[in-house]
Each structure stands twice: as structure tokens, then as C-alpha cells.
Antibody
Framework: EVQLVESGGGLVQPGRSLRLSCAAS????????MHWVRQAPGKGLEWVSG????????GYADSVKGRFTISRDNAKNSLYLQMNSLRAEDMALYYC??????????????WGQGTMVTVSS | QSALTQPASVSGSPGQSITISCTGT?????????VSWYQQHPGKAPKLMIY???YRPSGVSNRFSGSKSGNTASLTISGLQAEDEADYYC??????????FGGGTKLTVL
């Protein structure tokens, strides 16, 4: 069964850091692009960042550029999101999503259940 | 990276058809055939319903169809069923190698 399991969310103070992880199983991880998508409480979806299968293409939303860093460890079938200088507006449910092919431009065909990040003093 | 424009809500009766529009620019929807649609039920993760404008993933009902004209993409659901009641989001790949989502449309089945 194809599965994505996020972890690492929690309560963090503004200005602090947090690292999210996504463990993938059931598919050949290094053959696919991977993404992070977030959803603030009661709000819509927002693409955060994506990483192509071979790291040739990495993208970030303007809202997180310079503060967040996406990475992947194909040997561990894992995707990560290092979030620095967190702001109140970063509070959201963070989903890990699998791309449907190697490149960033293909749709997100599998989603995890999300991990909640709460930014508050 | 401005969000794509979707109607906030649409509604229809069981058996009817509805269409949700998604308007962008020539830098996203109009410039690429990488438009996708997602269904999200309350408290659940999104589910891919349409990819590359008009293709359905395996297992998605053929009552769901997608199209595009210029800078506007559309999702049509025919033969509405109660289980179709959910939020729907469009998304598009962009000229800056990023993705942008629409604000979401709440579908109510009357």
C-alpha cells in the first residue's frame, strides 16, 4: 500500500525552528518528485515546496523562500522540511504529497494525513 | 504567485450537473496543461480527481471531467451524488516552476 506519514509538527514560538519529516512506503521513492502543501485552519490549500526526483529542480512559494528548506533522503525514503524563523502565518496542517512522476510539474497523486504546526508564544 | 480564482460555493440537486471554474493567467493555467483538481472532505486529506486538465486517475468516477479554455479551467461533475459534497481545489503549474492553488469551492448537494 502506498503511504505517506508525516511527523515533527507541534507548538513552537515565533522566530523558532521546526523540522518536519515524511516517511514514504509502498513505491519507489527516488522515482518521484515530492512536495509539501499546507492548509491553515479553515483555509484553502497552499503549495509550499517541491523537490524533483534527482534534485535538479527545487521550488519554494514566495511566502517561505529563504526561511524553509526542503530536502530528501532517498536511502531512507524520506522527505523533510526545515522551517526557520517561523511566523504566526505559518501555522497550518502540513501535508506531504507525492508527485505523479519525476518532475515538479506533475500532479500530486498521493497525500499523507498531515502534521499540525502551531506557532504561538 | 497569486491564487487562482474559484467561486466560493456552488450547489446542485442529486442527478444534476455542476461546473466549477478556475481562472488564472497566461503564466499558469493558460500557459500549461498541468492543471489538476482535488476533492477534500471535512477532516480528510485532498484526493486527486483530475490531472493534466482532463485526465482521470484510476478509480475516479467518469462523472468527473475537466477542460480548459484560455486562462480558465473547469471541473464538471455530472449525475451529482450526495457523496460529492466536499471542497474542490484547482491547481496549476506555473512559469516560475512552482504550483498555485485556487481558493477552493464548497460544493453543496441539495
Amino acid at each position: 500500500e502506498v503511504q505517506l506519514v508525516e511527523s515533527g509538527g507541534g507548538l513552537v514560538q515565533p522566530g523558532r525552528s521546526l523540522r518536519l519529516s515524511c516517511a514514504a512506503s509502498g513505491f519507489t521513492f527516488d522515482d518521484y518528485a515530492m512536495h509539501w502543501v499546507r492548509q491553515a485552519p479553515g483555509k484553502g490549500l497552499e503549495w509550499v515546496s517541491g523537490f524533483s526526483w534527482n534534485s535538479d529542480s527545487i521550488g519554494y512559494a514566495d511566502s517561505v523562500k529563504g526561511r524553509f528548506t526542503i530536502s530528501r533522503d532517498n536511502a531512507k525514503n524520506s522527505l523533510y522540511l526545515q522551517m526557520n524563523s517561523l511566523r504566526a502565518e505559518d501555522m497550518a496542517l502540513y501535508y506531504c504529497a507525492k508527485g505523479s512522476a519525476r518532475w515538479l510539474r506533475r500532479a500530486f497523486d498521493i497525500w499523507g494525513q498531515g502534521t499540525m504546526v502551531t506557532v504561538s508564544s | 504567485q497569486s491564487a487562482l480564482t474559484q467561486p466560493a460555493s456552488v450547489s446542485g440537486s442529486p442527478g444534476q450537473s455542476i461546473t466549477i471554474s478556475c481562472t488564472g493567467t497566461s503564466s499558469d493555467v493558460g500557459g500549461y496543461n498541468y492543471v489538476s483538481w482535488y476533492q477534500q472532505h471535512p477532516g480528510k486529506a485532498p484526493k486527486l480527481m483530475i490531472y493534466e486538465v482532463s485526465y482521470r486517475p484510476s478509480g475516479v468516477s467518469n462523472r468527473f471531467s475537466g477542460s480548459k479554455s484560455g486562462n480558465t479551467a473547469s471541473l464538471t461533475i455530472s449525475g451529482l451524488q450526495a457523496e460529492d459534497e466536499a471542497d474542490y481545489y484547482c491547481s496549476s503549474y506555473t512559469s516560475t516552476s512552482t504550483w498555485v492553488f485556487g481558493g477552493g469551492t464548497k460544493l453543496t448537494v441539495l
